[in-house]
């Protein structure tokens, strides 16, 4: 109930942009239109439908092609390599795009750098904080939402529907947005559970499902009974915890359908926000901004729907915690130390949503059982 | 079935003097895989059709993302570069027999090795040193991976295929451990890499054509390796093996170092496409590096016939495929898969077509067999 | 690690062993079959792939998950046929036409797969053996699916098969020596298409497995090369279906190590760990192939083991 008011409120909130845009369906768009024969392109590096991070963004891009005047050329599976360079360059050159979106993390450097230097009459943006005011071209620049918000919810509502104190964590690689995730897993369960621990099985890879399978079966065999993760698709270990009887917390997309019994909530980008903004922005004949994230305070990321998994206590911590980082509330907060006793945030210091230390992340929080290397 | 998977293998060489039939045999590698490759059109445009889709559309894309404009070629040639090399490290060992199918094994190794060595001099070596240096880390990584695989076919009776692959898998474990251990770059902490090399040491751009060195040096290196395994008394003695070991010791041929320099070849050439890969387009080592290259590699080399001439415009040909699949994918609206299956298509009619041979008139006596 | 930790990590490579193994299993049986003949299919790859891919489809369309097992069987009989047809023309070469189909398998299957990442199918059931037992992470080890004793009971009839039946001998006599099977009055090339299609048919059931039970979905990352491993461990195998059963275990059982181990706390160098079936099995090969003795059991006809 109060996941609709929220929604509610929200939606009257943006209300103006999205159905200006004919997200809505509702109302024809009558300004004259500034946008008129955009061509943008987008590139993804894996499929649009692996059912996490690809398809995430391709059903919120989906409201740039509403925008009348715009069209909105595709390309999936596009490596990390030379080859998206050359992508970016084709739909420069044989599309006409003047605007492109690059949506894996590895496009930035070297390639959509150099490539913003090449095409100066071109805006590039890409979903990672990384852009750079002193030193990167100024038609280049990010998106981004912090999912971390996300997954510290996750953690808060974690905490109190693990019996056993153990919560797991199937995670692709030991990179700072994943350690941010385990890491705010963590400190979300501390909150409302003194006791709970997380633990971390790293698979070395993005997607690797039969691996990702049993990881999620030794974490349940060593006694996790609430199983969280970050690889691209989480379908497989959702689907597999659920058939093992125990709860589970998403990622990236909504996978309340896969698990019906043990569904808690989940961390779930919102990239409709900000494409909506693109894509009003570009109605007006605005220029896009170079920097753009957000977590929940601009609802840039959000939970899934509680499920049948989630206790009364867990909801109402939940959305507790959710109030707070509205508030834009730091929850990395000091003393804190990693797992291997170091000190990493001093006493009476914190950190809030969106410091530039979050992206650095490169420990693993006291509680988390686990290593990077 | 064996005896003419040997031929095709072994190439076997060309002794006829009679030159009107090498001109018609000529004729016939010409004709033949062009009249495959308009056989596969065609099924691929049923194909298209059974789907609601313009073929007309489909082939006219096909031409303009791959060949069509001078930015295509451009495209093209830079995904053709690495495969030369890859498609030389299988076509190389093919000639004595041997199917290696761990080309990207030593690809990866040989990208890290080349990545790893430039570490202590960033910022202040001379690229005059360090970047043959890096050349030939990335050579003698891959020469000593592929060559392992030599060692231990001849010298344990390991088999090559199966050797390679597994090698494959741990060659990828091995910079991942250490490029997200030992020697992980903290300045990059959301993709594991090893230190940037810095622009001193990056390989530039060919002029006047906008694609990396790489593309020079594997044409280069497919003609030298052509000569060295058509023209010299080394390639003659490993088509000898290839065609039949026992005769190959009964003359006294020393196949075990045939064998082990073969493979130390192939695998180096496999290297210095991971060389490339690093010092040309990622100016670091990571996981990106092992992009599949290796893999394309083996269908290029069979489609070549593991000749190292045809090996290039092979290249060039899939790379143009590859290159025109983002154009088609973005104006037709299908999936990066239309590309595979016209490719997979057009592979299993080209190789079909090689049943043809000698069965067109063209060479003054058909059906040779 | 203590003694709890021992024996979380060894139930994990038991379940591990019988959970992972079985698409290993069904590939290298096909395999194996095909191989006998002298023929070699490096497209299983592509065909469990795609078997993964029909299987689902069919499941979820018609609501009954074996009726998926039999029509990714058929699809894999299919591009067996494919393969066995192909090679029979003089000329062509066993191993670049299993690579060529290998892509075109794959990409059909990503091609025709689209619409089905998204859905729901219905997944095969499976045996529930741990009943006996209170340990809910035993029971769950024991929750074993009836394609694994098929599996394994294929294994054993091929085997005996080989040995004792007139198909037997005559599979193994095309393999051994074309010209003796010529003379024998038995066609070559039938016995290779037959051979190759029935190889097919099991690979695809083994995609079928991957995409129904284990990890029970489908999407284009499904199969990180099992099928191209599951041809290699039959030369691992030496052409004996009973160790393509041994081998395809303790694959599986490998594969658990890695996360097993993190598991319990050890997470230092988890790659090597992951790593561990591919080492393992290079290890193995090693340590117990000479260059004598590696051709035992090798079919003579066949192109690879020349």
């Not at chain 2, 190439?11 to 003097?17: C, K």
């Given at each position: 109930m109060s996941q609709f008011i929220i929604n509610r409120r929200r939606l009257l909130q943006g209300g103006a942009a999205l159905s200006a845009m004919g997200v809505a369906g509702t109302l024809p768009f009558r300004s004259a239109l500034a946008a008129d024969g955009l061509t943008i392109g987008i590139v993804y590096v894996g499929p649009r439908d692996d059912f996490g991070w690809n398809q995430a963004h391709a059903v919120a891009a989906e409201a740039l092609k509403s925008v009348p005047g715009v069209t909105v050329v595709e390309e999936e599976n596009v490596p990390e390599t030379d080859a998206v360079s050359k992508t970016m360059e084709s739909m420069i050159q044989l599309d006409g795009a003047k605007l492109i979106f690059a949506t894996s993390f590895g496009y930035y450097s070297p390639f959509m750098v150099d490539l913003a230097k090449k095409y100066p009459d071109v805006q590039f943006r890409h979903a990672a904080p990384l852009w750079n005011k002193d030193k990167d071209p100024t038609n280049a620049g990010s998106y981004f939402g912090y999912l971390d918000q996300g997954h510290y919810i996750n953690g808060v509502a974690g905490g109190l529907s693990t019996k056993s104190n153990k919560i797991g964590f199937v995670a692709a690689k030991p990179i700072s947005s994943v350690l941010s995730n385990i890491n705010s897993v963590m400190l979300g369960a501390k909150k409302t559970n003194p006791n709970a621990t997380v633990q971390v099985i790293f698979t070395g890879e993005w997607s690797l499902p039969v691996r990702e399978a049993e990881a999620t079966n030794a974490l349940v065999d060593a006694g996790c009974d609430v199983i969280t993760c970050h690889v691209d698709s989480p379908k497989v270990v959702i689907q597999t915890a659920e058939s093992r009887g125990v709860k589970t917390l998403g990622h990236n997309a909504s996978q309340a359908p896969l698990a019906p019994k043990g569904f808690i909530t989940g961390a779930e980008y919102k990239w409709i926000t900000i494409y909506s903004q693109y894509a009003d922005t570009l109605s007006k004949g605005g220029t896009l901004p170079n920097f753009l994230t957000g977590g929940y305070d601009l609802d840039f990321v959000q939970n899934t729907p509680y499920g049948a998994g989630a206790t009364p206590e867990a909801i109402k911590a939940a959305d507790a915690a959710k109030a707070d980082l509205k508030a834009k509330k730091a929850y990395y907060v000091g003393p804190l130390k990693d797992n291997t006793g170091k000190e990493v945030i001093a006493a009476g210091t914190e950190h809030a949503p969106y410091d530039p230390w979050i992206d650095q992340i490169n420990f693993l929080a006291e509680g988390v059982v686990g290593s990077i290397t | 079935m064996s005896t003419d998977t040997k031929m095709a293998m072994a190439?076997?060489?060309?002794?006829?003097?009679d030159w009107t039939r090498r001109i018609g045999r000529s004729l016939e590698a010409v004709v033949i895989p062009l009249i495959a490759v308009l056989i596969a059109a065609a099924l691929f445009s049923i194909f298209l059709l059974m789907l609601g889709k313009s073929p007309i559309q489909f082939f006219a894309l096909l031409w303009q993302g791959g060949f069509g404009t001078a930015f295509s070629w451009q495209n093209t040639l830079t995904r053709a570069a690495p495969l030369i090399f890859t498609a030389l490290c299988v076509a190389v060992p093919a000639r004595l027999g041997m199917v290696i199918i761990g080309g990207e094994g030593a690809l990866v190794l040989g990208g890290f090795c080349a990545a790893a060595i430039a570490i202590p001099f960033i910022g202040w070596g001379s690229p005059f040193l360090v970047m043959p240096l890096m050349l030939i880390a990335a050579a003698l990584a891959g020469a000593v991976w592929i060559g392992f695989v030599g060692v231990l076919r001849h010298y344990r009776g390991v088999n090559e295929t199966i050797a390679s692959l597994l090698l494959y898998y741990i060659a990828v474990a091995i910079m991942n451990f250490f490029v997200e251990g030992a020697l992980r770059d903290p300045a990059n902490p959301n993709k594991p890499s090893t230190k940037t090399i810095g622009d001193s040491l990056m390989v530039g751009d060919i002029p006047g054509i906008g694609v990396h060195w790489g593309l020079a040096v594997g044409v280069g290196l497919a003609v030298a390796l052509w000569v060295l395994m058509n023209r010299t008394k080394f390639g003659f003695a490993a088509r000898i093996t290839g065609g039949n070991v026992r005769a190959a010791r009964a003359q006294g041929l020393p196949v075990g170092r045939l064998i082990v320099t073969s493979c130390a070849i192939a695998g180096a050439s496999a290297g210095l496409a991971g060389y490339f890969e690093v010092a040309a387009i990622q100016g670091k080592a990571n996981a990106s590096i092992a992009a599949g290259y290796g893999f394309t590699g083996i269908l290029v080399a069979f489609l070549a016939k593991q000749n190292p001439l045809a090996i290039i415009p092979v290249s060039i040909f899939l790379g143009g495929i590859a290159a025109a699949g983002g154009l088609i994918q973005r104006r037709m609206g299908m999936p990066d898969a239309t590309v595979s299956v016209l490719m997979g298509l057009m592979f299993v009619v080209l190789l079909v077509s090689d049943t043809l041979q000698g069965k067109l008139g063209l060479t003054g006596k058909a059906g040779g067999r | 690690m203590n003694e709890s930790g021992l024996s979380v990590v060894l139930l994990a490579m038991f379940a591990g062993a019988i959970r992972v193994s079985t698409p290993f299993l069904f590939v290298s049986l096909g395999e194996c079959l095909t191989e006998k003949s002298g023929r070699i299919n490096l497209g299983l790859e592509g065909t469990l792939v795609f078997g993964a891919m029909t299987g689902y489809a069919i499941s979820y369309t018609t609501g009954s998950p074996w009726l998926g097992v039999l029509a990714a069987g058929l699809a894999g009989s299919l591009f067996g046929a494919i393969h066995g047809y192909i090679c029979k023309l003089p000329k062509v070469n066993d191993i670049a036409i299993g690579i060529a189909l290998m892509l075109f398998g794959t990409g059909l299957a990503f091609f025709l797969g689209k619409p089905f990442i998204q859905p729901k199918a219905p997944r095969l059931p499976s045996l529930q053996l741990g009943w006996w037992s209170d340990n809910p992470s035993v029971q769950s080890a024991l929750q074993i699916n009836p394609l694994f004793f098929v599996g394994v009971a294929l294994a054993f009839l091929l085997w005996w098969a080989f040995r004792n039946t007139k198909w037997g001998l005559i599979v193994r006599m095309t393999g051994d020596s074309a010209p003796a099977a010529l003379a024998m009055g038995y066609s070559v090339n039938w016995v290779r298409f037959i051979a190759t299609t029935i190889g097919g048919f099991s690979a695809g059931v083994g995609g079928a497995f991957l995409s129904l039970y284990y990890p029970g979905a489908w999407n284009e990352g499904l199969s990180s090369g099992q099928g191209l491993m599951a041809v290699a461990l039959v030369i691992f195998a030496r052409w004996n279906p009973l160790a393509c059963f041994g081998a395809a275990l303790l694959f599986g059982a490998a594969g658990a190590l890695g996360p097993a181990l993190q598991s319990v706390g050890i997470t230092q160098g988890y790659y090597f760990f992951n790593a561990a079936p591919y080492m393992l099995t290079l290890l193995i090969m090693i340590v117990s192939t000479s260059p004598k003795r590696s051709l035992k059991g090798a079919p003579a006809e066949l192109s690879i083991t020349k």
């Open positions: - | 190439a076997p060489s060309d002794v006829g003097g | -």
